[in-house]
């Protein structure tokens, strides 16, 4: 078997395992191997799992075997949390029941010295000799929405969705996933690849480019075995999806803390951020920004120039948006006079008559809408930063107490009021939602994060993006020009070879 | 009288009424009238309220003046919101009522053009004649947290604090407001400037450098109608209490935004840049920036240095401190060997034995606070950033009902472990607050926003700075030490002057 097929199938049993051996399962809830059962069981695993365990014969009311080579049934993924030395021979039992990939959490290998690594270089022997594929090991598991599998130490549900992403940091990688929840960014596929003793990031990442159901692959990067290799793989993959990747040691100080981390060397800058861009990935420079842009690359159009529509209700905030353009290289471009014209007939008089458009005060939701409209049409635009789409909390406000009663308003009056206001909000979604659509052209909103369960699945849903900030907002903006100018000159590059 | 004798009378009556009269006020929460109103009364004005309307005799329950001369009570501020057309009459009744301090909320003045700016010279002179001072036109309006006082065209509850704030834009105003009461950072008062046809952005900037019980002062700035004297009142608040400033406009199409909507020159922004700096002021790049900030500047000790100790949980998040650390200037600096030694004692044999402190995987909180208490007695660090200091949501997970049903949790085993991570959690922040007070050093937190209403509570009463991003936390630390060093600087120019 050719070693690519080899690693397809291995990471297929990785991420779509149908019964999973669990060695080193436990009740107890203080260790990891409860923590990884209760993980999986809390999360609703579509397959079977058996645990592993010297001495109980159930596990969290599950039937438990003292070794996986007494598991009755086939299974396709061991995952390991016993202490660094039991581990090779709990390699070879896999290998005897036919297991043949195995996820290592267990840590005390190479990351904590010379004789950690030796103990990685044996049981990486071991494991080859077995025929066995490694995952780690001191991984932290993995996540597949395909299975509804949680098979980490940290406890989370994460959403799921078209995201892949190989971190090689287990708590970066456990934060990404808790904070998608939050940010309504959804996961295919997760892996903490670990000390990457045989399987390494680079396997990871051609697996996530062959998917066709991941819409956009996230690295989390300290260092780099083979940069060569890699590098190829990663501009093979970023030619047909977007490549999102936090590099972890950009400095000489992160460096250093890296190699006293992962044992490893983290590599030479400079070199890392030239061999990116002509990769055409998409590098984030915050922990925030490496989110924000999966996620906005993963659902929103791709714009096709860098000049950006602003919309806003307050000049303030046109202001700062402006600048923040302007910062990252974006054009807030002078708009057509036919669109001009267009305005004038919604807009009052004394309306800004330029970009950004702002609407002064205009509360209407269909005003709103229509200008949207009008911008985003205007062959000028290539993109639009909407602030403020959505309405404010009035009504939640004038449900207080103290002044309902002086305001002589009802529950009912109240609940209208709130009723009101939450159809005008979906409203403007659905709309921003459908001109997106038609004119393919990206919206990145700016606003308080909803409170309206409603607002939050629409969000969801339809892959809108809504940032707090501004310059959140801008910067999401910046990389999908970023990649959609790489995929279009990439586009001209083989036109040109036709 | 003196003019700045004037200034300041003026503004204790602006932020310290006893008596307000609105003009303009109404029962229609559908204009600005009805919701400045109902802002007023909702947040609870400890004062009395005249409502002056043509039409009714009562708005919201409280009896209506058609004049404000017909009100029997002294009044100390009014406040406008009627048609820009009509002011000037009622600020000559307000002259005849001896009301010496008025707040236009009504705009279509210079910010709408020529005709506008016709308008307001027309206003300020007729207020000038009638010894009348005016704030805006065009305010957003004001916040006082000693008078309980929401007169502001945004429906916001400000947190009380001791931060004072004036911003050229309401909307910026308005939105920071409401950011500081999601992040805990409270207002002791603040203006929406408006057009400063009379009072400017420096006569608020010098009523709160006088105000002792002001401890750190926000300034949201477009553009400046005498820099010179303004730059002096800044430069002499910002040796007392902190300034901190964000300027919009910063690019040329920022400033070209910024001129089609307050109708002022923005200025040139590298000289605003090299004054900023000369005069001590912070400069924050982002509107999150901003708020963020200003609260750890209100409430943090100053590091004498830039040396910052890091503590975590996870080497991942270690080299991503301390990156960003490296990126904004601040030293990572290498512990003394007591340090080491003393952490030794604590931390198993394979700990990093170096800054960032990585606790592995120790997850008690003892553990916790006390390399924490080594680490900042450490004379190599200045401060320090503490990441993952609050215990996770394992136990929230845990009480899902699939889980608890396994697990044979009941209701009390769940509560037991709820209560015993609440207490763990409060414990390293009191911890933490113990060893800021004692030590002097500031501590910056990193962790996921609490869920639990003791830990908001903590993190407001005792001024505890906690962000969900390393980078938040390290920019805020960035500008701790560049005041400190400021501070420090004109200490020791004073010093050698004696």
């Known amino acids: 078997m050719a070693k690519s097929e080899d690693t397809r199938q291995t990471l ?9 051996a669990l060695i080193g399962a436990t009740n ?4 990891w191997g409860g923590i990884i059962m209760a993980n999986a069981i809390g999360n609703g695993f579509k397959g079977k799992l058996f645990p592993v365990n010297s001495r109980d014969e159930q596990i ?3 039937r438990a075997y003292r070794k996986v080579t007494e598991i009755p049934d086939p299974v396709d993924l061991a995952c390991i949390v016993t202490p660094a030395e039991t581990v090779p021979a709990l390699v070879l039992d896999c290998a005897r029941k036919q297991i043949r990939t195995v996820l290592v959490i267990s840590s005390n290998f190479a990351e904590t010295g010379p004789e950690g690594q030796k103990r990685q270089d044996a049981l990486l022997s071991v494991a080859r000799d077995a025929g066995v594929r490694l995952v780690g090991p001191n991984s932290m598991g993995i996540f597949s929405s395909t299975r509804s599998l949680v098979l980490l130490m940290a406890l989370v549900e994460p959403l799921k969705g078209d995201i892949s992403f190989v971190s090689q940091s287990g708590n970066i990688g456990g934060q990404m996933l808790e904070w998608g929840k939050r940010l309504k960014a959804g996961f295919r596929h997760f892996v ?11 396997d990871y990442v051609e697996y996530f480019g062959r998917d ?8 989390y990067l300290e260092s780099l075995k083979h940069p060569g290799g890699w590098m190829e793989t990663a501009r093979e993959v970023a030619r047909r999806k977007p490549v999102v990747v936090f590099k ?3 400095t000489e100080a992160g460096q250093k803390a890296a190699r006293s981390h992962s044992g490893a060397l983290a590599g030479v800058v400079p070199i890392f951020d030239a061999s990116f861009r002509q990769a055409g990935l998409i590098q984030a420079r915050t922990t925030e920004a490496f989110i924000d842009c999966a996620r906005s690359l993963s659902r929103l159009p791709l714009p096709s120039g860098n000049r950006v529509g602003i919309i806003t209700r307050g000049g303030g905030w046109g202001v700062v948006t402006t600048d923040a353009c302007e910062e990252m290289g974006l054009e807030v471009p002078a708009l057509q006079p036919k669109t001009l014209e267009a305005l004038d007939r919604i807009l009052p008089p004394y309306w800004s008559r330029g970009n950004p458009v702002d609407l002064v005060a205009a509360t209407d939701i269909r005003i709103y809408l229509d200008c949207m409209e009008i911008l985003m049409k205007d062959p000028s635009v290539d993109g639009v930063i909407a602030l403020s789409a959505l309405p404010g ?7 207080r107490p103290a002044l309902k009663e002086r305001l002589g308003l009802d529950d009912a009056r109240v609940r209208a009021y709130e009723a009101s206001a939450e159809k005008a909000g979906r409203e403007v979604l659905e709309g921003i939602v459908h001109l997106m659509r038609t004119l393919g052209k990206p919206v990145v909103l700016v606003g308080m994060y909803p409170t309206s369960g409603a607002f939050e699945t629409l969000i969801e849903k339809e892959g809108l993006n809504l940032y707090p900030t501004p310059e959140r907002a801008v910067r999401v903006m910046a990389r999908l020009m970023e990649y959609g100018r790489y995929r279009r000159r990439l586009e001209a590059r083989e036109a040109a070879w036709i």
């Open 12 to 20: 297929d049993a990785l991420f779509h395992p149908r019964s999973i």
């Open 60 to 62: 969290m009311g599950i």
């Open 192 to 202: 903490s690849s670990g000390n990457e003793a045989d399987l390494s990031c680079r």
């Open 28 to 31: 107890n809830l203080g260790k």
């Open 393 to 399: 909390r009035v009504m939640s406000f004038l449900s």
């Open 248 to 250: 972890g040691g950009k």
């Open 212 to 219: 066709d159901r991941c819409r956009a692959v996230m690295i």
